[in-house]
């Protein structure tokens, strides 16, 4: 770690490059997936599907494993490696 803070407002990524642009496809797939699960838990309630706690599991599991495995990737292969010097702690 460097003893001087970083700046809140400098961008991790140089805004065009390749790591940038997964970044910005990760966002919206994340928006379309949440639209998605909060669309279906609200036909869930509305017809009162029987096996939904089937429907909740799948949610659960998808979260558990989409979200550690997403930061795992973005932090070891796309910012250690093309992240800006200078934010959030990268010396690179």
Excluded: C
């Excluded at 970083?6 to 997964?22: L, V």
């Excluded at 919206?28 to 998605?36: D, E, I, L, R, S």
């Excluded at 659960?60 to 992240?83: C, I, M, N, Q």
């Amino acid at each position: 770690m460097t003893d001087k803070p970083f700046d809140p407002k400098q961008d991790i990524y140089p805004k065009t490059s390749h790591e940038n642009m997964i970044i910005r496809r990760a966002t919206k797939v994340a928006g379309y997936f949440a639209a998605t699960t909060s669309l279906i838990s609200i036909m869930l309630a509305i017809f009162r599907y029987t096996h939904t706690q089937i429907v909740v599991y799948g949610f659960a599991v998808a979260w558990a494993l989409g979200a550690p495995t997403w930061f795992f990737y973005e932090y070891f292969f796309l910012y250690r490696k093309s992240g800006v010097p200078g934010s959030w702690g990268n010396s690179a």
